[in-house]
């Protein structure tokens, strides 16, 4: 099982979404910023490491707040944990991304989100996580 962190950025009541490009697996899809936690690793210091890496940003981790596995149709698993990042300091830069936005919540189930996502999004458009 893959284990992933993905983070919530929230600024001005707003949360920051990320469109993978045409060369990743599952090419186009929106999914909160974040990556594999690598062997050793604890997953904080994963979640600041990839917001480094993709955003170039030097993130407060916040906490944890909600943890999910989901399997593909595949048979692929992955163990999710999302953080919520309320600051970081250097500005915000988009890496790796084809596109990034800032989006209101209850205007997130319009976007293509990753599979793997969708329960979150629900839940955060609805007002029941932050």
């Not at 950025?9 to 490009?21: A, E, F, N």
């Not at 698993?77 to 936005?101: G, H, K, M, P, T």
Request: charge should be negative; charged fraction near 35%; proline fraction near 5%.
């Amino acid at each position: 099982m893959k284990r992933v962190v993905a983070a919530l950025i929230c600024k001005d009541g707003k949360i920051l979404v990320c469109q993978r490009t045409r060369h990743q697996t599952m090419p186009l899809k929106w999914e909160f910023p974040g990556g594999k936690i690598e062997e050793g690793e604890q997953p904080r210091d994963a979640m600041h490491r990839e917001l480094e890496e993709e955003l170039g940003i030097d993130a407060t981790i916040g906490d944890e707040v909600t943890r999910m596995r989901h399997e593909y149709p595949n048979g692929a698993s992955v163990e999710l944990r999302f953080f919520v990042v309320r600051e970081y300091a250097r500005e915000l830069e988009n890496r790796i991304f084809r596109d990034i936005q800032w989006v209101n919540p209850p205007d997130l189930p319009s976007y293509d989100f990753l599979e793997a996502d969708l329960k979150l999004v629900q839940d955060l458009a609805a007002g029941k996580i932050l």
